[in-house]
């Protein structure tokens, strides 16, 4: 519009279109965008006008009166104690039609050749300055807006893996009942799967009037502004929600003791979902939404709210994955490497721009350090197992603290079958029990002999080691045999009784009941073959022995019996089952050679030398492998 | 000594070198070239930091990325003379078993005070992006109410952010600062309630001038036959981390900095040691004398934009439109000044921040390292 001679035709035309203009915006039910066409095209006829009219002719008047009242609507609400968008809608699009008026109103006195008129320079000048009293005041009512309609962001309830007990060794493990330990499969528990969800973290019915002050203000190149305020209130919203995890320094992670290290690896992990999963997933949503129409703002609104938690997050799960790798913590590590890498997508979606990729790289390396701090646990755990070393031999020849330890351990190994499968892939195992399964289907194939599963037996077949070597400080050949029967038979129960046979394989189950059965058999030998020599038939043709030839062997068997009393009531068969099993198989031996033996001398029998009866031993016999010891020299017990 | 005598036994791991002593002899006489070496780099890099060009004055924002760069070599030949073809039991051994776990201590703080100043440089940032705002506001010609208006609430808000006091940056002080619109206030300058919260993202109790003062402790120069044996670099690459992070603190604003130590305990004499002391010395200065009048951090562009901030403040404090043209010109000066150091900022932040992961990351993985020499000098044999 630059000050060219018009025609007073072309003033005649102008001057009607002005009026219509007039008479337009007079009307009512305009929409905010035609309101703002009819004020633009207004304050533009209105500068053609005053353009030919130097002097500040009629035309000029009415900017500077459009000012004046667009000044006074700004001012009127400074002094007003109610904020514009809680007194109702029509204030508040008021208030906006006002803003857009001055600001065309600036643009158009801007495009006037300004420096020339001192007028038009003031009109500008006092346009710019209630154009910043409206800034300000915008940013204001956003803040208020986003204070106001946030919504409380409930967590699902937490999964219930966090209430598995730790299995942790120590020497007192002989006294917890394994049995009461039930594992619930908590796989499947629907709260485990968070998934993307998307909620609203303001309500969403104020998402307009937020994205109206935005484009006055961006507009208005006052986007800066817009951003700091906006920024500053979704990332405090955001920072106030995390402070669930607490931030720690390195340091105090690295000397945190188990219990407590434990809990907050558990924390961790149902946050970092919560997190990344729902709560940045709908801020994102959000800052779209709002500015969704100004290019990467919204891309660095984002980022500017959310770095500091994640990068937090991440922290955190650096100084867990620097420190030592013992084994108790592979279950909190496999935990937190499952969930990292139930997230790159999450989180190359989140982070997808160039200026975040730093984010993306700190998560990539951060799960690749878990990956390898899982296996050095992993590693650990093996180490321990055949480290472990005894000085002495165990008493009663129960069940090892070392078995039960390590079998309630691997038994909650498949559980993380898929994520260990990927991390001992490339690792090599010495299988010295390899397993053949020709008779199986191809399924269960593929289980036994996937990584984990391999694994899962040169565990246990660097445990079967371990046990053999602690049954030679035993220096009963008896009880070496009892210890590793009770042992063995222990590992194949807990192996059939869980998900581990599915990769042990019926093969490996088979052949271990072959060991242990092998075991009671030996024991049996070594202990009731001497014993049952007193008993036998030297001359089994003759119909009898000789009375001393009787007493001798009568004598030699009860004090062989009783020696054997002795000293294995105070054994321990802990497994109901197979004491029963090895007691019959005892009794029928022993009973049996004693009956024959006997029945053989009926003539012999006299009361001094027969101290126990048939029924007596038998009964005698129950008492073994109780545990508790005892005696029957000096007892007449009938 | 005869190596059957050994043999079966765990001693037997022991480095055959043990029985001949002329080998022993030639690989101590390197180690000895080769801690001299390092020595003389260390001497060197640090002359050259501590002259600087105008572009890189002390505690600007490359010339902190020239120092991490420093710390990245040294540690790199340091780390090539302790654990290249050493025997790990070697390390095991007084006084190694006591000097080695103290480096790696001191190593973990160092990886808390990157976190917390990687955090502090964002703080830097949030400053940018505010001095940004004022610098659009003042580029208008002609300059008016509205614009220095503008121009001042964003650069109050600056001068609030600089001066924070290290403490206040929790989320609870700003909580109850910002958003208590419970009734409009009378009061339009709304501008200290207006900066986003500075959490500072470290733990609640952690003290960046703790930190430094517990790397410092026990901190004591090898004596006597120590001093010219491998306990020589160990004591230099401690100075070395230390310094570093004692530079990074003074510099970048983090949690509390009060009572920041402002001497170390090197003795004079080490000569691969003199440039570090000097720069020690004069940082040192320059803190206490910041210390009594605020807590900005010694930053060079940070030191820059403060004034510049603080002569604008006083331009718009005294405007009147359409203003004193000597004034305006003052003003467009100090606004140039502004736009220099945001560009410097600009492009230097994140390679800074980079910078400090990278040391961040080779501090981890040397860490790591030293640990598996350490375990595995100390796997019992069965």
């Not at chain 1, 009219?53 to 009127?76: N, Y």
């Not at chain 1, 973290?201 to 937020?210: E, N, T």
Request: hydrophobic share 40%; with cysteine; proline share 4%.
């Amino acid at each position: 519009m630059d000050g060219c001679q018009s025609t007073e035709g072309d003033l005649h035309v102008v001057a009607a279109a002005h009026h219509i203009v007039k008479a337009l915006g007079a009307t009512k039910n305009l929409t905010d965008d035609l309101r703002k066409i009819l004020i633009d095209l207004d304050t533009h006829l209105s500068m053609i006008t005053s353009d030919t009219d130097s002097k500040g002719g009629r035309g000029f008047v009415d900017v500077e009166e459009q000012l004046k009242q667009a000044e006074r609507k700004i001012l009127s609400w400074e002094s007003d104690p109610m904020m514009i968008w809680d007194s109702g809608p029509r204030e508040a699009s008021e208030y906006i039609a006002t803003v857009y008026e001055i600001q065309t109103l600036v643009d158009g006195l801007r495009r006037l050749s300004v420096h020339e008129n001192r007028e038009q320079k003031e009109l500008l000048h006092r346009a710019m300055s209630v154009l910043q009293t409206a800034m300000s005041r915008l940013e204001e009512e956003l803040i208020h807006i986003l204070v106001q309609h946030r919504q409380q962001f409930e967590p699902k309830h937490m999964s219930s893996r966090s209430t598995r007990r730790d299995v942790v060794y120590d020497e007192s493990f002989v006294s917890v009942e394994d049995e009461t330990v039930k594992e619930t499969s908590s796989r499947n528990c629907p709260s485990d799967e968070i998934g993307e969800c998307i909620v609203d973290l303001v309500c969403a019915d104020v998402i307009p009037d937020i994205k109206s002050i935005a484009k006055v203000m961006f507009t208005s190149n006052y986007g800066p502004e817009f951003c700091e305020a906006f920024i500053g209130v979704r990332k405090e919203a955001l920072e106030q929600y995390s402070a669930v995890t607490e931030e720690l320094s390195i340091e105090d992670v690295l000397k945190m003791e188990w219990t407590s290290m434990s809990s907050k690896m558990n924390k961790w992990t149902w946050s970092m979902k919560m997190i990344v999963q729902v709560y940045l997933a709908s801020e994102k949503r959000f800052c779209d939404l709002v500015l969704g129409d100004f290019g990467s703002v919204s891309s660095f609104c984002f980022l500017e709210i959310s770095k500091a938690t994640i990068l937090c997050l991440l922290n955190f799960g650096e100084a867990i994955a620097m420190g030592p790798h013992q084994p108790e913590k592979l279950f909190r590590l496999l935990d937190m490497y499952e969930t990292l890498a139930d997230l790159p997508q999450d989180i190359d979606t989140l982070f997808s721009e160039e200026a975040s990729s730093f984010v993306r790289l700190q998560f990539h390396v951060l799960l690749e350090r878990f990956g390898v701090s899982s296996t050095a646990a992993f590693e650990a755990f093996q180490v321990a197992i055949s480290s472990n070393g005894s000085l002495y031999p165990f008493p009663g020849g129960g069940v090892h603290p070392l078995n039960k330890y390590v079998m309630n351990y691997i038994r909650m190994l498949p559980e993380y079958c898929n994520i260990l499968n990927l991390l001992l892939k490339d690792q090599h195992v010495d299988v010295a029990d390899q397993v053949t399964d020709p008779d199986n289907g191809p399924n269960l194939s593929l289980s036994t002999s996937c990584p984990m599963a391999c694994h899962l037996r040169s565990i246990t077949s660097s445990l079967e080691s371990n046990l053999y070597r602690k049954s030679q400080l035993y220096k009963d050949e008896a009880l070496q045999h009892i210890f590793l029967m009770n042992n063995i038979h222990y590992l194949v129960q807990k192996v059939k009784g869980s998900e581990l046979r599915l990769f042990f394989g019926d093969e490996w189950i088979r052949k271990h009941n072959g060991k242990f059965q092998q075991h009671a058999k030996n024991y049996e030998r070594a202990t009731w073959s001497s014993v049952i020599c007193f008993l036998k038939d030297d001359n089994p043709g003759s119909s009898s022995v000789s009375k001393s030839t009787f007493k001798e062997q009568c004598k030699g068997f009860r004090i062989a019996f009783e020696e054997v009393y002795k000293t294995q009531t105070s054994w321990c068969v802990p497994d109901p089952q197979l004491r029963e099993d090895l007691r019959i198989s005892t009794s029928l031996k022993v009973i049996l050679a004693y009956r024959t033996f006997l029945g053989r001398n009926l003539a012999h029998i006299e009361d001094k030398c027969v101290k126990h009866t048939v029924e007596h031993v038998e009964k005698l016999l129950l008492d073994l492998f109780e545990g508790s010891p005892r005696s029957l020299r000096n007892s007449r017990r009938w | 000594m005869n190596a059957n005598e050994y043999q079966g036994s765990f001693l037997g791991r022991i480095s055959i070198r043990r029985n001949q002593v002329v080998v022993m002899d030639a690989i101590h006489e390197q180690e000895l070239e080769d801690i001299e070496l390092f020595q003389k780099h260390v001497s060197d890099r640090f002359s050259e930091l501590s002259s600087p060009s105008d572009d890189d004055a002390v505690l600007s924002i490359s010339w902190l990325c020239k120092l991490l760069d420093v710390f990245l070599c040294c540690e790199a030949e340091f780390e090539a003379i302790l654990l290249m073809d050493r025997d790990p039991y070697q390390l095991s051994k007084p006084p190694f078993d006591r000097l080695i776990p103290e480096l790696l201590d001191r190593a973990v703080k160092a990886l808390d005070i990157c976190n917390a100043v990687t955090n502090g440089v964002e703080s830097v940032r949030h400053c940018q992006k505010l001095a940004e705002i004022a610098i659009s506001a003042l580029d208008q010609k002609p300059i008016g109410d509205g614009e220095v208006k503008r121009a001042k609430r964003a650069l109050s808000t600056l001068m609030a952010a600089i001066n924070l006091d290290d403490k206040d940056g929790t989320n609870a002080k700003s909580t109850e600062r910002s958003w208590s619109f419970g009734r409009r206030s009378g009061n339009k300058d709304r501008v200290a309630g207006q900066f986003r919260s500075l959490s500072w993202q470290v733990a609640k109790n952690w003290s960046a001038a703790k930190q430094i003062q517990s790397t410092i402790y026990n901190l004591v120069a090898p004596r006597g036959a120590e001093a010219s044996g491998l306990p020589s670099p160990i004591y230099t690459m401690n100075v070395i981390m230390i310094f570093v992070m004692w530079a990074l603190v003074a510099a970048i604003p983090c949690q509390e900095r009060t009572g920041l130590p402002t001497h170390f305990p090197v003795p004079k004499q080490l000569n691969w040691a003199h440039s570090l002391i000097g720069l020690q010395e004069k940082i040192a200065d320059e803190w206490k004398k910041k210390e009594k009048k605020g807590m900005a951090g010694l930053l060079d562009e940070m030191q820059r934009m403060e004034k510049s901030a603080q002569s604008l403040i006083d331009f718009t404090d005294s405007f009147q439109f359409p203003g004193d043209a000597e004034k305006l010109q003052e003003a467009a000066g100090h606004v140039a000044e502004l736009t220099e150091i945001c560009r410097i900022m600009e492009q230097g932040l994140t390679p800074l921040q980079m910078h400090i992961r990278e040391v961040f990351h080779r501090i981890v993985r040397s860490r790591t390292e030293f640990l598996d020499v350490l375990e595995k000098a100390s796997l019992p044999v069965i």
